[in-house]
């Protein structure tokens, strides 16, 4: 089923968001959003199985016994279920058809889309390891770096193991390819990362990649170094000479464009605070 669809189908605040058995994660947050809306002791339902009214000695009530707070009670337990029920495809109900009450529905739903104990540790590591070796790539926006990003970082919170905001910058920030280095020395110098949000990070790099997309033309300095080799008698010392001045003109440019940078950053943070 295509996203459009998926969208279509169960995107209303009063009906279930729809399941047909991809993008498991992403349904399950949606769903125990969706049932809490609708009334908090629902989720109980879920976690803790069917309400069944008691007397305190723990004897189970007859029908005609149940007040009406234990009858609306007891109400849930059907509800929880239609709206599972209502938020499977056929193929999705079809595997849960000899579940008798919702928290069976979720536990065998659960059990089959994200596994056992030893399935989810195993895919705990793997999403570690995602997330550790994540990189932006030369030709990736930053927009397109930063949803890869999160659906990793949301699949690993579904899992139980959430990433704090400041892990979440650090990564961001070492992942970016070399030509942000100034750009990345820049806002660790400028602000206090423990204490930074993360949307304005991703804000001052969509503001830097503006930049960068501008000077994407070859800088004059080059162009003339460039014909100044083809020029040249090739002689290995002038080869040298030109590849230390050219050196020293890349590091002079580097020192001008991380101060630059600097003063971005430092008028931004002053705008925001």
């Known amino acids: 089923m295509s996203k459009?669809?998926?969208?279509?189908?169960g995107g209303s605040s009063n009906r279930p968001p729809l399941f047909d058995g991809s993008n498991y994660y992403f349904w399950k947050g949606k769903m125990e959003l969706f049932l809490r809306s609708q009334d908090n002791d629902m989720w109980t339902v879920i976690t803790d199985g069917d309400f069944v009214p008691t007397t305190k000695e723990g004897v189970v009530k007859a029908k005609s016994a149940w007040s009406t707070d234990?009858?609306?009670?007891?109400?849930?337990?059907?509800?929880a279920r239609l709206f599972l029920s209502?938020?499977?495809t056929m193929e999705e109900s079809e595997r849960v058809d000899e579940?008798?009450?919702?928290k069976e529905v979720w536990d065998t739903l659960k059990i089959h889309h994200e596994g056992t104990s030893?399935?989810?540790?195993?895919r705990i590591d793997i999403g570690v390891r995602k997330f550790e070796v994540f990189e932006m790539s030369e030709n990736e926006t930053i927009d397109e770096m930063y949803a890869r990003f999160t659906t990793i970082v949301n699949e690993m919170r579904s899992l139980g193991k959430a990433y704090s905001t400041h892990d979440r910058i650090r990564k961001i920030l070492r992942c970016?390819?070399?030509?942000?280095?100034?750009?990345?020395?820049?806002?660790t110098q400028a602000k206090d990362l423990k204490s930074m949000n993360l949307e304005d990070l991703i804000g001052s790099l969509r503001a830097h990649e503006v930049v960068l997309q501008g000077d994407?033309?070859?800088?004059?300095v080059k162009t003339l170094a460039l014909k100044a080799s083809q020029q040249s008698s090739s002689a290995a010392e002038?080869?040298?000479?030109?590849?230390?001045?050219?050196?020293?003109?890349?590091?002079?440019?580097?020192?001008?464009e991380l101060a630059l940078i600097s003063k971005r950053i430092q008028r931004m943070m002053l705008r925001r605070n």
């Open 118 to 122: 030893h399935v989810k540790e195993t």
């Open 99 to 102: 579940c008798t009450n919702a």
């Open 4 to 9: 459009v669809k998926y969208i279509a189908e």
């Open 70 to 79: 234990e009858k609306a009670q007891v109400l849930l337990n059907s509800k």
């Open 176 to 187: 970016l390819p070399s030509m942000w280095r100034p750009m990345v020395t820049a806002i």
């Open 238 to 256: 002038d080869d040298v000479q030109e590849s230390q001045e050219l050196e020293e003109v890349h590091e002079e440019e580097a020192e001008d």
């Open 86 to 88: 209502c938020a499977l």
């Open 216 to 220: 994407k033309p070859v800088k004059k």
